[in-house]
């Protein structure tokens, strides 16, 4: 690698590597904002919904104390709060379901980009090792390719500060959850008509044994287990799926355990493997797990 070729390749590298990281920071800047006005919004729902349930079992006085303790500090955010608890009888919890359908979509959008935008960052560091090993490689180094190489090392160490920055997260099933609080049900067709049906055989077979009235564990046994939604459309299968991801990633213990599950499922036939990764987040070594040991049935 001449001179010339090393002043281009380094200018090259530069200018993506710098836009990437550019744009990786306003869409999570983007992201984060718009996430938190989705997650406020969710918020000011499930209040609005809490303090009419208990509009229903408190004296006005009492109801009223309870409003204006709520309302301390949220007043300027909360018109929706106030309006419905002193010009309504109740509220739906259907209402906040409705909204977490509405911006599902936009969410997924949201962390899809995301993840395209990781992935760039990371081929990146793959593009930066390689000039890196090539520059090093040279016998002899001047002025010139140890700038470039001081160049490159802030490159990466850029590149994987940014890599450290996280898109928010929504725990949607906690919110659809709020349906069965205590010992809430709701009616067969008011569960039925959130979803988008799966019109197989099997599936309405499955919504045909359903009962009349749905708790919580028959509600996730539909979605999640049973997958009675359209396979195109299982946007409440797909909530619930996510947050379980979400709560994996956070929890070593329940990433533990739900390995262990996979493995008893399938006996151990299942090959599990582990990558190590190096400085530039690029994978060198993929080793197979060793299969637990099992005691044989007679």
């Given at each position: 690698?001449n001179?010339?070729?090393l002043?281009?390749?380094?200018l090259?590298?530069?200018s993506k590597?710098?836009?990437?990281i550019?744009?990786?920071?306003?869409?999570?800047?983007y992201?984060n904002?718009?996430i938190?006005?989705?997650e406020?919004?969710?918020?000011?729902?499930?209040?609005?919904?809490?303090?009419?349930?208990n509009?229903k079992?408190?004296?006005?006085?009492g109801?009223?104390?309870?409003?204006e303790?709520t309302?301390?500090g949220?007043e300027?955010?909360?018109?929706m709060?106030?309006?419905?608890?002193?010009?309504?009888?109740?509220?739906?919890?259907?209402?906040?379901?409705?909204y977490?359908?509405?911006?599902?979509?936009?969410?997924k959008?949201?962390?899809?980009?995301?993840?395209?935008?990781r992935?760039?960052?990371?081929?990146?560091?793959?593009?930066?090792?390689?000039?890196?090993?090539?520059i090093?490689?040279?016998?002899?180094?001047?002025?010139?390719?140890m700038?470039?190489?001081?160049?490159?090392?802030?490159?990466?160490?850029?590149?994987?500060?940014?890599l450290?920055?996280?898109l928010?997260?929504i725990?949607?099933?906690k919110?659809l959850?709020y349906m069965?609080?205590?010992?809430?049900?709701?009616s067969?067709?008011?569960?039925?008509?959130?979803?988008?049906?799966d019109?197989?055989?099997?599936?309405?077979?499955?919504?045909?044994?359903?009962?009349?009235?749905?708790?919580?564990?028959t509600?996730?046994?539909?979605?999640?287990?049973?997958k009675?939604?359209?396979?195109?459309n299982?946007?409440?299968g797909e909530m619930?799926?996510?947050?379980?991801?979400?709560?994996?990633d956070r929890?070593?213990?329940?990433?533990?355990?739900?390995?262990?599950?996979?493995?008893?499922?399938?006996?151990?036939?299942?090959?599990?493997?582990?990558?190590?990764?190096?400085?530039?987040?690029?994978?060198?070594?993929?080793?197979?797990m060793k299969?637990?040991?099992?005691?044989?049935?007679?």
């Amino acid at each position: 690698m001449n001179a010339i070729q090393l002043r281009n390749d380094l200018l090259t590298i530069q200018s993506k590597i710098r836009d990437d990281i550019t744009s990786f920071h306003h869409h999570v800047f983007y992201g984060n904002k718009t996430i938190l006005t989705w997650e406020e919004t969710i918020y000011e729902k499930m209040m609005t919904y809490l303090l009419m349930m208990n509009k229903k079992e408190m004296s006005p006085e009492g109801f009223k104390e309870l409003l204006e303790q709520t309302m301390q500090g949220r007043e300027q955010k909360w018109h929706m709060v106030r309006y419905y608890a002193e010009n309504a009888d109740s509220y739906s919890i259907f209402n906040v379901i409705v909204y977490l359908k509405r911006i599902w979509s936009q969410y997924k959008k949201l962390h899809r980009q995301f993840k395209r935008l990781r992935a760039k960052l990371i081929d990146d560091l793959g593009e930066l090792k390689t000039l890196i090993e090539c520059i090093k490689a040279k016998p002899k180094k001047n002025k010139r390719t140890m700038q470039a190489l001081e160049t490159l090392y802030d490159l990466h160490y850029q590149t994987l500060e940014a890599l450290t920055i996280e898109l928010g997260t929504i725990d949607f099933r906690k919110y659809l959850e709020y349906m069965f609080i205590g010992d809430a049900t709701i009616s067969k067709n008011e569960f039925l008509s959130l979803l988008n049906l799966d019109r197989s055989k099997r599936s309405q077979e499955t919504i045909r044994n359903l009962p009349e009235r749905i708790d919580r564990d028959t509600f996730l046994d539909a979605v999640f287990v049973d997958k009675i939604e359209d396979e195109w459309n299982d946007t409440f299968g797909e909530m619930i799926f996510d947050s379980v991801m979400i709560a994996k990633d956070r929890d070593p213990e329940l990433r533990k355990r739900m390995l262990d599950k996979i493995d008893e499922i399938f006996e151990g036939k299942l090959p599990m493997y582990k990558a190590t990764y190096d400085e530039y987040l690029q994978p060198v070594k993929l080793e197979r797990m060793k299969p637990k040991l099992r005691l044989v049935k007679k």
